[in-house]
């Protein structure tokens, strides 16, 4: 039982977890691959810098020794970030070591040249915890749901957001007080673009569209919206209203092709999404032959993400002892085209600040009427000075016809100001 020996690249919060995993459950994965898994390096900034875990690997500062070290036959990668990430994997693949990754933006923006110098070189590329922490989500659809064809998915995948979302819900916290929360408790980086605007989930949905189409979906594919501009009025009226607002990250396809789009909407309050809150993550799945399905749990964390990337380092070392390698190559093998975002049809919510005076109402209607958007219902709410909050719902219209409606009604002089314009994510409105 030669044991396959292995080098990090990285030892931050996920890069602890596998050593602890490793080391913790030693015994029964030795049982499950057949050889016992050891890491061999780990290439680190300052060796000399003190860590919360002990380990007899050596380690390095250079990125070579691993290259060149024959014995070394995974090259885990967990250091985040595109570059050096990216050349330093490549360079593994091309020299016939396998690759283990967690980094989504690699996997969202280069995958298909990582895919391919895997294939050349007969070695295994897998990245569970790109997507989901420690959901199982990649290997279900490259495996347990290959049968399917998948029409949807759609999730929360990003714990930030879905944290601030949930204080703003229950404790009706305003959006700059639970973003400062939110970063005082490590949830949210000190520059939380990437999480708030919605660009971490646009390329995890990337990277789940493109497995699930069986299509090269890129992050460049994905329309994004983020939170920056959901208040507290809209929550409380999507609560009266019977929803719950997410940040959704969704991929649908048809005869028409792929859409792919990020952005907040109105859940239906009864929906299996609605109820993950907190920093949880969960993918919701639909499939023509197992119907719905949903995978849910923590989306990110030190255990959590080490859990999905310990799970690749186990299956890869598997392919090891058994003398195979890439059993499941890349599944993009069809070209199928991208739906333009502003073709895509939803019903939305809108809610207007406008003069309080006669024939208001009747004007409104008739610009939205003049873009073809039909209106399911229009409430007045509060008084603001000497001005009216309208909240209106349409039935489903297109992106580019509710845009070209909010043109209309900029341009009218009885509306002070739109608020909010928001997706509502629901088949019908009744």
């Keep these: 039982m030669d044991a396959i020996k292995i080098a990090l690249l990285g030892m931050g919060t996920v890069g602890t977890g596998v050593v602890k995993i490793l080391a913790n459950n030693a015994h029964s994965i030795t049982q499950k691959v057949g050889s016992p898994v050891v890491i061999k390096k780990i290439l680190v900034k300052n060796p000399n810098k003190a860590r919360n875990v002990t380990t007899d690997a050596e380690l390095v500062t250079d990125f070579d020794e691993i290259l060149r070290d024959p014995e070394i036959k995974i090259i885990v990668e967990i250091m985040g970030g595109e570059t050096p990430a990216k050349d330093y994997m490549l360079s593994a693949l091309k020299a016939g070591k396998n690759v283990v990754t967690a980094n989504k933006d690699v996997v969202a923006k280069y995958g298909r040249e990582l895919f391919e110098a895997a294939e050349a070189s007969h070695v295994d590329f897998l990245f569970e915890a790109s997507v989901g922490g420690g959901i199982p989500i990649i290997r279900p659809l490259k495996q347990c749901l290959a049968a399917n064809y998948i029409s949807e998915i759609m999730g929360i995948v990003n714990g930030t957001t879905n944290y601030m979302l949930t204080k703003m819900t229950n404790e009706k916290m305003d959006y700059a007080d639970v973003l400062a929360e939110a970063q005082a408790k490590g949830y949210a980086e000190a520059d939380p673009t990437a999480d708030v605007g919605g660009y971490d989930a646009a390329r995890k949905i990337a990277i789940l569209a493109s497995i699930a189409f069986g299509a090269r979906v890129t992050f460049d594919d994905v329309s994004v919206e983020g939170i920056t501009n959901i208040s507290i009025e809209d929550i409380e009226y999507a609560r009266e209203l019977g929803f719950i607002i997410k940040l959704l990250a969704i991929a649908k396809q048809d005869e028409h092709g792929i859409s792919v789009r990020v952005h907040p909407a109105f859940l239906p309050a009864n929906h299996p999404l609605a109820s993950v809150n907190d920093v949880f993550n969960a993918i919701f799945i639909k499939g023509d032959a197992v119907g719905e399905t949903m995978f849910y749990g923590r989306g990110a964390g030190e255990l959590p993400t080490a859990s999905a990337v310990t799970a690749d380092i186990i299956d890869v070392a598997r392919d090891i002892r058994h003398n195979v390698s890439s059993r499941i190559l890349c599944t993009c093998f069809e070209q199928k085209p ?86 509502v994510e629901a088949e019908e409105i009744s």
């Design 338 to 423: 991208i739906y333009p975002a502003n073709k895509i049809e939803s019903p939305y919510y809108i809610r207007l600040l406008v003069e309080d005076k006669p024939g208001v109402l009747a004007a409104i209607s008739g610009a939205f009427g003049s873009q073809q958007v039909s209106l399911h219902s229009v409430i007045q709410k509060r008084k603001v000075e000497r001005s009216t909050e309208l909240v209106l719902i349409t039935y489903r219209v297109s992106d580019e016809n509710i845009r070209l409606a909010i043109g209309t009604l900029l341009g009218m002089s009885v509306v002070r100001k739109v608020s909010s314009v928001i997706r």
